[in-house]
């Protein structure tokens, strides 16, 4: 049945429609090239294909449509254009609708009609969309094999061309002629090159439509000579002859690379160089990283009763217990690493959602927008690539449409017309983090003081004492973007209250960098996975929690003398910046344990740019974690971000820092 190829027909219809959306950009910013044109060609007719075979009809006969236009490109009969390229995106978008059709309910149901008549009206060819002049017609990338014979051609002292031939349109049998043709050029030197290739030229098929054909001539003829040759040949109708534009310095140096190349080579390494690959569905990786947060568990569990044996005896029996669980430590830790590396993609897969939606709103926005990307090959999580996708999105967007000025303001500011917008990733410590940047207006934080005032969100009082920095994390205040603001302070604050809690909830920050009249950039820091994490063990009035590292700024022990007030607010001075300090137990309704000691233990826990001080009772150590969910009859509880089992048994509960900070 195929049903049972759903599955597969999907993986690969994901894949190639990907490579679509990436080549149909490539070709609009680097024009016809023969790669890019055969890259979208293939990627049409594989889809063909596989639709074909599923049953899938109305996917066939678009992308049956697509592939006719792409073999008249190909042919050198229709030239690529803007509303060719929107109509690839179109008929893209189309596919994508009718993948999401597949999906959800196993057959297509979108309407392709329109999209359909529009590939077949345009494949017509009016005037302006087909080569009338050879002059028109680009000259082709040369691949590495026939830039060698090139190289080769000219070592010998001959001449080469590019000679661009066009027949007579009432030419009976036009492929034949141009047989003819190439035969004539093969007697007077060498044919290194055709476009289209001269051996693929099905008569039947081509008879109509083919006018043109370039050739790439070796020969000891001057360009004048070869012209008037090729022009007295029967039923030619124009001639052009150019000369390579190829620097001698170049091809030698590539040739003689690729000579390196193919001599050291050994037949065996290459076999060996070729990644082997298999596909695994998300649920057993799921499944298996279950298991060995297990295991993690467990041994927590061992160590805990070795440690507590050892107080009690000693003997052959417990170092022996001992060397297993150290040995049972790093056989956990390294397949521990091995599933999480066998969960990590390449963020790659992210990035590449990016430049077909900037290109679309740049030109609705009538902005000139370049994409710079970095860092595709830092590895995340598939979890993590799937949840940060929408505040990505939102963050670009924003940048686009309010942060990125139109080209005639950036001119008046002395900038080039041009806007620039990064997005890279990187690794840092044990987390990733990713940059979205642009070079657009910033964020004014009088602006913002100004707005915040006026919507209610502060008081007078509040906007006075509030630092630049902290006027401009205005923006991640709930309810602070409204219609009008959006126009009073470059709408950057759209849903950005949305965008943290989003960032928070997977365990990351957020933080934002901005010069007024010069740029923003957004800083998000997240963990490599959300599966196992690094935790603080402490203690509340002997029941045990944990505060995840990654949130913790630094630990410091006070005496009761250095707890001040403000306005009701306990808070300490550190390093002359005022923290605010609360007593964890407080947020949990747990009584606070008799302070036996002279000093309290202080853990400074951070989220984006604010600060809290969580006083507690004991600090017990760091430790892997497993996180467990509290289940759908908890359900979610504010300031709780998970529970764990801890190497006694008992449970304790995973602090969520950024819950108790807007508590």
Not at 465 to 493: C, K, M, N, Q
């Amino acid at each position: 049945m195929l049903s049972e190829y759903r599955e597969v027909f999907l993986e690969e219809l994901e894949e190639q429609l990907q490579l679509m959306d990436d080549v149909i950009l490539q070709l609009e910013q680097e024009g016809e090239t023969e790669r890019v044109v055969q890259d979208l060609f293939r990627a049409a007719h594989t889809l063909k294909g596989s639709s074909a075979a599923m049953g899938y009809e109305e996917m066939k006969q678009l992308t049956h449509e697509m592939e006719h236009l792409l073999d008249l490109v190909r042919s050198r009969v229709l030239r690529v254009t803007g509303p060719l390229i929107d109509l690839f995106f179109q008929s893209l978008d189309c596919l994508k609708e009718l993948q999401q059709d597949i999906m959800r309910n196993n057959e297509t149901i979108t309407d392709i009609s329109k999209c359909v008549r529009d590939l077949q009206d345009f494949g017509k060819l009016p005037d302006e969309q087909a080569y009338n002049d050879a002059e028109d017609l680009p000259k082709p990338a040369l691949s590495l094999d026939t830039t060698l014979k090139v190289k080769e051609a000219e070592d010998q002292g001959l001449e080469v061309y590019w000679v661009t031939v066009q027949i007579a349109a009432d030419c009976v049998i036009k492929g034949a002629r141009f047989y003819v043709i190439h035969s004539n050029l093969c007697h007077l030197g060498e044919v290194l090159y055709s476009v289209p290739d001269i051996d693929k030229i099905e008569v039947e098929e081509q008879g109509d439509t083919l006018l043109e054909v370039q050739f790439l001539y070796a020969g000891k003829q001057s360009s004048q000579e070869l012209q008037d040759l090729v022009a007295a040949l029967t039923e030619v109708e124009h001639v052009k002859v150019e000369a390579l534009p190829v620097e001698r310095a170049v091809l030698a140096e590539i040739g003689t690379r690729k000579q390196s190349e193919s001599i050291n080579e050994d037949p065996s390494n290459r076999d060996k160089s070729k990644t082997q690959t298999i596909r695994v569905s998300v649920e057993r990786l799921d499944h298996l990283m279950n298991l060995v947060g297990e295991l993690v568990i467990d041994h927590t569990r061992i160590d805990q009763v070795e440690r507590t044996q050892r107080r009690q005896f000693t003997g052959d029996s417990l170092e022996e217990l001992s060397q297993i669980s150290d040995h049972l430590a790093r056989i956990i830790s390294d397949l521990q690493e091995s599933v999480m590396k066998a969960r990590m993609l390449p963020i790659e897969q992210l990035f590449n959602r990016f430049p077909r939606m900037i290109r679309d709103l740049s030109r609705d926005l009538g902005k000139d927008i370049e994409l710079v990307i970095g860092g595709k090959d830092t590895e995340l999580d598939r979890t993590l690539i799937e949840e940060i996708a929408d505040p990505l999105i939102h963050l670009i967007r924003n940048a686009i449409d309010h942060g990125i000025e139109l080209p005639q303001q950036r001119e008046l500011s002395g900038k080039q017309r041009k806007g620039t917008l990064q997005i890279r990733a990187a690794h840092e410590d044990n987390q990733v983090v990713i940059y979205v940047e642009d070079d657009g207006a910033g964020i004014n934080p009088e602006r913002m003081r100004q707005s915040a005032l006026s919507k209610g969100i502060i008081s007078a009082e509040e906007a006075m004492l509030l630092s630049d920095r902290e006027a401009v994390h205005l923006i991640f205040r709930p309810g602070f973007s409204t219609a009008s603001s959006v126009s009073d302070i470059s709408g950057r604050g759209v849903g950005m209250d949305i965008v943290r809690s989003n960032i928070e909830n997977l365990n990351g920050l957020i933080d934002i960098e901005t010069r007024w009249g010069h740029g923003t950039c957004f800083k998000i820091k997240l963990p490599l996975t959300l599966a196992i994490i690094i935790g603080l063990l402490v203690k509340l009035n002997d029941q045990t929690f944990i505060i995840p590292m990654s949130n913790i700024a630094e630990i410091v022990r006070i005496t009761q003398g250095d707890i001040q007030t403000i306005r009701g607010q306990s808070v300490i001075l550190l390093r002359d910046e005022i923290i605010p300090m609360v007593w964890l137990h407080d947020q949990f309704n747990l009584p606070r344990g008799e302070q036996k000691k002279d000093h309290i233990q202080l853990v400074i826990v951070g989220s984006a740019e604010k600060r809290l001080a969580l006083a507690v009772d004991e600090l017990i150590g760091n430790q892997e974690i497993v996180i467990k969910s509290l289940g759908s009859y908890v359900g979610k509880v504010d300031g709780i971000a998970g529970s764990t089992i801890l190497g006694n048994g008992k449970v304790a509960l995973i602090i969520e820092v950024s819950g108790i900070i807007n508590q």
